[in-house]
């Protein structure tokens, strides 16, 4: 997944579309038996988690601040009379209806797995909103945007909207009052008393954790959200009897199938039979990525855990987060992305020491990937939280999903129209300031906001490059180096791609300044924040090698000529991390480059002097109308 760099004027954040208060009541109502339940199961403890009385954590005044348009910013996904929507077939606009109306459940399954306070304080929110409280008001347009009453903002500064209520390691997938070093004692105690079975559903990425007397649980997505996803898989089958594209439908009812069932197999046939489609009217994906829990990951750091459970055979995958879109495919911009695959083979052959793993992309061999562009409908859950960065596309399944382990399926790419484009005079003119106060102005002239979409096509197909498989004990450091491997297999091939004719000369130098200058962060991010982690990293090892320099007064200059050979010499680190596949090996490297130094620092400050946006929300009209209807 590429995340939009935080610090781009015109897609700074992330966030997802709103929906009417019946559209929202209708899509919800099985939902409510779920809540109903929940209610009724806390009623045991004499807790009412859907009465709970929180406090507000922010100032009338901060959060009038927050919410004003010069600190909030919008992205906007297709209108009402969008032609892309206006010159689809009859039976494709019905089943993008109910395609919107399947992923906007992700929203309250998600902001379950994020945090187990979301569900409740959302409801509080809404009965102070109809006294009348200012407060409330106010915080549900940042708790809509964000999807949640925790979030970083694009200075790294953790918003809570509640008193009380903190961002935990192990989100609203694990007991909220688990530790990490209970965690791990409780593992240990169930692996010496043989129960492997138990320990690898825990350790899975598709299980929410309980409590079971002294030891725990897990409880698959299926069935914990078995209501939710009976929604979803009606939704999908109505849309299937009015889609126009065979393919397209076979995938619907197959995520249909997946979502009735608890089984991996299930997702592994819907997942592959989505990686092949290519050439259809419509975008539907139920996104799984797992960059959000920091609890799973930790088992590989203790060395008695980690000992027990390679005697075992589990290996410990981070749990998935899951999210929504829903799109037309643009054939114009499809046609321009897949240009690139006729490269791929080469530029598998040019990954360093690619002799001592398997790649998804073969050198010799046909590619298992497809690519399109889609413009936006509805971003749900996952992917439309507005958290300090917003998805500008996404490359999956992930190496951990059977339908490439099991059944040696490929990966499709999924680009992102409505986050990338500019379409106002307003955001060229705060990117222009932004320029004005970073970069040498010698440099402007190669600055290209379409060149960042090239690079992000070049990230995206850097995941399937490299090692495969053997990454997991890498622990938290896993989705940090596997975002940095992904930037600078971009860049590092940009001289065999010119060469080859992908790009022109003029390109390569667009796509090189235009990353370096995208790359400035306004503030040193937390590690939990894998895709600005990398970033800091990136812009620390080029600071070493000469290839880019910060003036004391903060601003950048790029040694053109050098950035791709030093692309290609961090690209050859982070491949003998990766293929050690050892956490401590993978700690010290991170740490070796994670350094904020005085000068990005000066740099920061001279973009915060030009910028004040700190949250986003997404604006979705056509989704709203077809959830009405």
């Not at 126009?244 to 197959?254: G, M, P």
């Not at 046609?335 to 080469?346: H, S």
């Not at 999956?396 to 999924?414: A, E, H």
């Not at 491997?485 to 022109?504: F, H, N, P, Q, R």
């Given at each position: 997944m590429n995340v939009n760099p935080i610090n781009k004027t015109n897609n700074d954040l992330n966030t997802k579309g709103k929906v009417t208060p019946k559209a929202a009541q209708r899509v919800t109502e099985g939902g409510e038996k779920l809540m109903k339940e929940l209610d009724k199961m806390s009623s045991i403890n004499n807790v009412n988690i859907f009465k709970h009385d929180f406090e507000f954590n922010l100032s009338i005044e901060e959060l009038e601040k927050r919410t004003h348009k010069d600190y909030l910013t919008t992205k906007k996904m297709l209108a009402v009379d969008a032609p892309e929507f206006l010159n689809l077939s009859e039976g494709d606009k019905e089943a993008l209806k109910h395609l919107v109306k399947a992923a906007i459940v992700l929203d309250s399954v998600n902001m379950q797995l994020d945090n187990p306070n979301n569900l409740p304080?959302?409801?509080?929110?809404?009965?102070?909103?109809?006294?009348?409280?200012?407060?409330?008001?106010?915080?549900?347009?940042?708790?809509?945007?964000?999807?949640?009453?925790?979030?970083?903002?694009?200075?790294?500064?953790?918003?809570?909207?509640?008193k009380g209520i903190k961002m935990r390691a192990g989100k609203g997938i694990y007991p909220e009052d688990l530790e990490k070093d209970e965690f791990h004692a409780i593992l240990i105690k169930m692996l010496k008393e043989g129960k492997k079975e138990e320990v690898a559903k825990i350790l899975n990425q598709r299980s929410v954790v309980e409590r079971s007397?002294?030891?725990?649980?897990?409880?698959?997505?299926?069935?914990?959200?078995?209501?939710?996803?009976?929604?979803?898989?009606?939704?999908?089958?109505?849309?299937?009897?009015?889609?126009?594209?065979?393919?397209?439908?076979?995938?619907?009812?197959?995520?249909?199938?997946?979502?009735?069932?608890?089984?991996?197999?299930?997702?592994?046939?819907?997942?592959?039979?989505?990686?092949?489609?290519?050439?259809?009217?419509?975008?539907?994906?139920?996104?799984?990525?797992?960059?959000?829990?920091?609890?799973?990951?930790?088992?590989?750091?203790?060395?008695?855990?980690?000992?027990?459970?390679?005697e075992a055979g589990i290996v410990p995958v981070a749990k998935d987060f899951l999210g929504g879109r829903v799109g037309i495919i643009n054939k114009?911009?499809?046609?321009?992305?897949?240009?690139?695959?006729?490269?791929?083979?080469?530029m598998a052959k040019n990954m360093p020491f690619n002799d001592r793993y398997e790649q998804n992309i073969s050198p010799d061999k046909e590619s298992k990937q497809t690519m399109v562009d889609a413009d936006l409908v509805a971003v749900t859950g996952d992917v439309?939280?507005?958290?300090?960065?917003?998805?500008?596309?996404?490359?999956?399944?992930?190496?951990?999903?059977?339908?490439?382990?099991?059944?040696?399926?490929?990966?499709?790419?999924?680009?992102?129209?409505?986050?990338?484009?500019?379409?106002?005079?307003?955001?060229?003119?705060?990117?222009?300031?932004?320029?004005?106060?970073?970069l040498n102005p010698e440099l402007h002239k190669y600055y290209?906001?379409?060149?960042?979409?090239?690079?992000?096509?070049?990230?995206?197909?850097?995941h399937s490059l490299g090692?495969?498989?053997?990454?997991?004990?890498?622990?938290?450091?896993?989705?940090?180096?596997?975002?940095?491997?992904?930037?600078?297999?971009?860049?590092?091939?940009?001289?065999?791609?010119?060469?080859?004719?992908?790009?022109?000369?003029?390109?390569?130098?667009?796509?090189?300044?235009?990353?370096?200058?995208?790359?400035m962060l306004m503030s040193k991010p937390t590690l939990s924040q894998a895709h600005r982690v990398r970033s800091v990293m990136q812009n620390y090892f080029f600071i070493k090698e000469g290839a880019i320099t910060i003036s004391p007064d903060g601003v950048l200059d790029v040694n053109i000529e050098k950035m791709v050979p030093t692309a290609r010499k961090m690209l050859e680190k982070i491949i003998e991390v990766q293929l050690s596949g050892d956490f401590a090996t993978g700690e010290q490297y991170v740490n070796e480059y994670f350094v904020w130094t005085p000068e990005m620092e000066a740099l920061a400050q001279n973009i915060k002097k030009v910028s004040k946006t700190l949250n986003g929300k997404v604006e979705s009209p056509l989704a709203d109308k077809l959830l009405a209807e």
């Open positions: 304080f959302k409801e509080f929110l809404n009965k102070e909103i109809a006294k009348g409280n200012k407060s409330a008001e106010l915080s549900k347009i940042l708790f809509d945007a964000q999807k949640g009453v925790c979030s970083l903002d694009r200075e790294s500064n953790m918003i809570e909207l509640a007397g002294d030891e725990l649980v897990a409880i698959d997505y299926v069935d914990k959200f078995k209501d939710d996803f009976e929604i979803m898989a009606q939704e999908l089958e109505k849309a299937a009897q009015t889609s126009t594209n065979k393919d397209f439908n076979e995938f619907l009812l197959l995520q249909a199938k997946a979502l009735r069932t608890p089984d991996s197999m299930l997702d592994a046939y819907a997942d592959k039979k989505w990686a092949e489609l290519q050439d259809t009217p419509l975008e539907f994906t139920i996104t799984r990525e797992n960059y959000s829990d920091e609890m799973t990951e930790t088992v590989v750091e203790n060395p008695e855990l980690k000992a027990l459970l390679d114009k911009g499809t046609e321009a992305i897949l240009n690139v695959k006729k490269y791929l083979p080469l439309g939280e507005f958290r300090a960065g917003i998805t500008l596309a996404e490359n999956l399944p992930n190496d951990d999903k059977w339908s490439i382990t099991k059944l040696g399926g490929g990966r499709r790419n999924v680009y992102h129209r409505q986050i990338r484009l500019i379409t106002s005079d307003d955001a060229r003119e705060k990117m222009q300031k932004r320029l004005n106060a970073m290209n906001d379409e060149a960042d979409h090239w690079f992000t096509v070049g990230h995206e197909n850097g090692p495969k498989t053997g990454t997991e004990g890498l622990g938290k450091y896993k989705s940090i180096i596997e975002e940095n491997k992904a930037d600078m297999v971009s860049l590092a091939m940009l001289d065999v791609l010119t060469e080859a004719g992908m790009y022109t000369p003029e390109q390569r130098k667009q796509i090189i300044v235009t990353y370096a200058a995208d790359n």
